[in-house]
Nanobody, 120 residues
Framework: QVQLEESGGGLVQPGGSLRLSCAAS????????MAWYRHAPVQERELVGT???????DYTDSVKGRLTISRDDAEKTVYLQMNSLKSEDTSVYYC??????????????WGRGTQVTVSS
């Protein structure tokens, strides 16, 4: 069984920074694409960005230049560095990790979410 544990959320002023972490544990032989999503009240869940197993990143337009995804495969951890935060970044952030099973099947795992609040 694979588990994901997120950390790093909190309250920050506009223009501030936070760094989210998501550590995977369990029976993991390889990790595929890792991603961060966010879900704010009365809004649909939004894909923030992804990072492939080759560390190729992609981001939604609203966060480009401000949020950066990175990964450490030795630590089985994905990070989200959040700079120049805006009030509209307020949301619950979830990590998603795709784990190949070796049988041609890839399984999706989700963290429980961490709250990020940007407010003065």
């Amino acid at each position: 069984q694979v588990q994901l544990e997120e950390s790093g959320g909190g309250l920050v002023q506009p223009g501030g920074s936070l760094r989210l972490s998501c550590a995977a544990s369990g029976r993991i032989s390889a990790i595929g694409t890792m991603a961060w999503y966010r879900h704010a009240p009365v809004q649909e869940r939004e894909l923030v960005g992804t990072i492939t197993s080759r560390s190729i990143t992609d981001y939604t337009d609203s966060v480009k230049g401000r949020l950066t995804i990175s990964r450490d495969d030795a630590e089985k951890t994905v990070y989200l560095q959040m700079n120049s935060l805006k009030s509209e970044d307020t949301s619950v952030y979830y990590c998603n990790v795709r784990i190949p099973t070796g049988y041609g099947v890839t399984l999706d795992y989700w963290g429980r979410g961490t709250q990020v609040t940007v407010s003065s």
